[in-house]
C-alpha cells in the first residue's frame, strides 16, 4: 500500500507527517503535537483586522445537520476572526445546487467581500458565482470544486488520485483480494465524490484486482437516513457482497450503524472516509478495521487563509502564488486541470490503535 501521511490533525495543534505502514497495515506512531501561534499576522508583518479593515468572508457548505460541514465552518470561522474579520456561516437544509445558488444571491448582496462554497454540483453554480466575481467579490470553492470558470482557486484537502486509490487498496486487504464491493457515496453531483471514485475504478482495473467485483455506486445525499437506507438495499440487492467503501463521512457512519445493527462484523467489511468521533465505535467493535480522512476543520481554516489572501492580492489564483496560512505555515498555489488549486496535504489512517486518540478532536 502507498504510504499514507498526515497532515495537520487538530485546530490547536501540528501534527508532525506520519508514514502509514506497508501492505500489513501495522501500527503506526503516534502524531506529535505542539501549541499553535495565535498571534496572526497579514503578509506584511502588521497586526490583523487593523481598525477600518475588517472584511466579510462567507462560506457555503452543502447543506445542515452534516458533522464534517460543521468542522470545515469551525475552521473557517477561526481562521477569519484570526485575521480579525467577520466570519458568515451558511448551508442549505437540502445538498441541493438551487439552495446555494439563492444564498450567494443574498451573500452579493450583503456585498461581501468573499465567498468560499463546497459545491452540490460543479456547473449549475457558475452563473450565480460569475456574477459574485463580476462585482469584485473573491470566489472559491473547498472540499467539493467548482468548475475553473466559477472560481479564482479551489482548497484541496488531499491528493485526489491518492485518495480514491487507497480506499480501493484497504478494501481489498480487508476482503483477502476477492468478492462483491459497493461504493455508498454523498450525492451523484459531488465533484470531490466523482473524482474519487473514478480513481477507485481505475486501481481496480490493476490485474491484481481481477477477482473483485464493484456492483454498484449508492447515493446516499449525505443525508443520514437516507444512506443508512441505501446501506440497507446494497445489503439486500447483494447477499453475497463482502465490502462497502464510503468516501462520506455520513455515509460511512450510516453504514457502520447498519453493519452493526444487522450483526455483520467480519462477515462485511467497511471502509472510506470518516470522523474519528462518529466512526471511533465502529472501529472498536470491528466493523470497521481502519478508515482514512484529514482535519476538516484545517480544511475550513485553510480556507479562510485563501479568502484573506485573494483580498489582500497577496494572491490571485495564479500558479506560483504563494501566502503563509496561519498555523499550516506558507502554502503554494499549484495547478489543478483547468484551473488552480492550494493543497492540504495527505489523508491519515485512523485504526485501533489510535482512534481513541483523535475521536475527541473531531
Known amino acids: 500500500m502507498k504510504k499514507v501521511l498526515t497532515a495537520s490533525l487538530t485546530v490547536v495543534m501540528m501534527v508532525v507527517l506520519l508514514a502509514a505502514c506497508g501492505g500489513n497495515n501495522g501500527a503506526q506512531s503516534s502524531p506529535a503535537k505542539a501549541p499553535a501561534d495565535n498571534g496572526a499576522k497579514s503578509d506584511n508583518g502588521t497586526a490583523a483586522g487593523d481598525a477600518g479593515s475588517k472584511k466579510k468572508y462567507a462560506i457555503i457548505f452543502k447543506n445542515t445537520g452534516n458533522p464534517y460541514g460543521e468542522k470545515q465552518m469551525e475552521g473557517f470561522k477561526n481562521a477569519v476572526e484570526e485575521l480579525g474579520h467577520e466570519a458568515i456561516l451558511k448551508a442549505p437544509d437540502q445538498p441541493t445546487a438551487e439552495a446555494q445558488i439563492q444564498m450567494i444571491e ?10 468560499a462554497i463546497v459545491a452540490n454540483d460543479p456547473d449549475a453554480l457558475q452563473p450565480a458565482l460569475k456574477k459574485a466575481m463580476d462585482q469584485g467579490i473573491k470566489v472559491l470553492s473547498l472540499d467539493s470544486a467548482v468548475n475553473a470558470k466559477s472560481r479564482m482557486v479551489h482548497v484541496n484537502q488531499a491528493d485526489p488520485e491518492r485518495i480514491g486509490r ?3 487498496q484497504a478494501i481489498s486487504e480487508m476482503i483477502g483480494g476477492k468478492g462483491q464491493i459497493a461504493v455508498l457515496s454523498a450525492t451523484s453531483q459531488a465533484t470531490n465524490q466523482n473524482t474519487w471514485i473514478e480513481w477507485m475504478k481505475k486501481e481496480l482495473e ?3 484486482y481481477k477477482d473483485i467485483e464493484l456492483v ?9 437516513d437516507k444512506s443508512v437506507s441505501e446501506a440497507e438495499a446494497l445489503l439486500k440487492s447483494y447477499p453475497d457482497l463482502k465490502g462497502i467503501i464510503a468516501p462520506t463521512t455520513v455515509g460511512i457512519a450510516a453504514a457502520g450503524k447498519v453493519l452493526t445493527d444487522k450483526g455483520l462484523k467480519g462477515k462485511v467489511q467497511l471502509t472510506g472516509l470518516g470522523l474519528p468521533s462518529e ?10 478495521q481502519w478508515m482514512y480522512l484529514w482535519n476538516p476543520i484545517d480544511v475550513g481554516y485553510l480556507s479562510g487563509y485563501a479568502a484573506d489572501a485573494l483580498v489582500n492580492g497577496t494572491i490571485t489564483g495564479a500558479v506560483g502564488d504563494k501566502f503563509t496560512a496561519g498555523r499550516l505555515g506558507e502554502k503554494e498555489v499549484v495547478q489543478d486541470g483547468e484551473g488552480t488549486q492550494i ?10 490503535a489510535n482512534i481513541a486518540e483523535w475521536k475527541a478532536v473531531y
Do not use: C, H, T
Not at 443574498?106 to 465567498?115: G, M, R, T, Y
Not at 454498484?216 to 443520514?224: I, P, T
Not at 493543497?343 to 485501533?352: C, T, W
Open 279 to 288: 466512526m471511533a465505535e465502529y472501529i472498536d467493535n470491528g466493523v470497521s
Open 166 to 168: 487507497v480506499q480501493v
Open 206 to 208: 490493476d490485474p491484481k
Open 106 to 115: 443574498e451573500l452579493i448582496s450583503q456585498k461581501v467581500d468573499a465567498i
Open 343 to 352: 493543497m492540504l496535504g495527505d489523508p491519515f489512517k485512523f485504526d485501533a
Open 216 to 224: 454498484k455506486v449508492a447515493y446516499g445525499d449525505d443525508l443520514r
